[in-house]
Nanobody, 127 residues
Framework: QLQLVESGGGLVQPGGSQRLSCAAS????????IGWFRQAPGKNRELVTC????????KYADSVKGRFTISRDNAKNTVYLQMSSLKPEDTAVYYC????????????????????WGQGTQVTVSS
């Protein structure tokens, strides 16, 4: 069974840092591009960042560039999202998703291009 499980969410103060993890099981993780999306109340789910199969292709939303970093450890079947300089507007449920329908060097930006989704983890940035 293909499964993604996010962890690491919680409450953090503005300006703080947090690391999210996305652990995969049930499929050949190294053959999948991984995306992190987020959804705030009343808003659409949006791409935060993504990473290609080989780890060399990445994308970042303009709102998180320079503050968030995505990385992957294929030996551990895990993708990480390191978040720093967090702002209240980063508050959302964060989801990871996987797709293997793209070239190994590319990760797609659209929600519909991902096939497997995790259940999400809440990140709240507040003092």
């Amino acid at each position: 069974q293909l499964q993604l499980v996010e962890s690491g969410g919680g409450l953090v103060q503005p300006g703080g840092s947090q690391r999210l993890s996305c652990a995969a099981s049930g499929f050949s993780f190294r053959n999948y591009a991984i995306g992190w999306f987020r959804q705030a109340p009343g808003k659409n789910r949006e791409l935060v960042t993504c990473i290609s199969e080989n780890g060399e292709g990445t994308k970042y939303a303009d709102s998180v560039k320079g503050r968030f970093t995505i990385s992957r450890d294929n030996a551990k079947n895990t993708v990480y999202l390191q978040m720093s300089s967090l702002k209240p507007e980063d508050t959302a449920v964060y989801y990871c998703a996987a797709t293997n329908s793209e070239p190994y060097y590319y990760c797609p930006p659209a929600r519909w291009q991902y096939d497997v989704w995790g259940q999400g983890t809440q990140v709240t940035v507040s003092s």
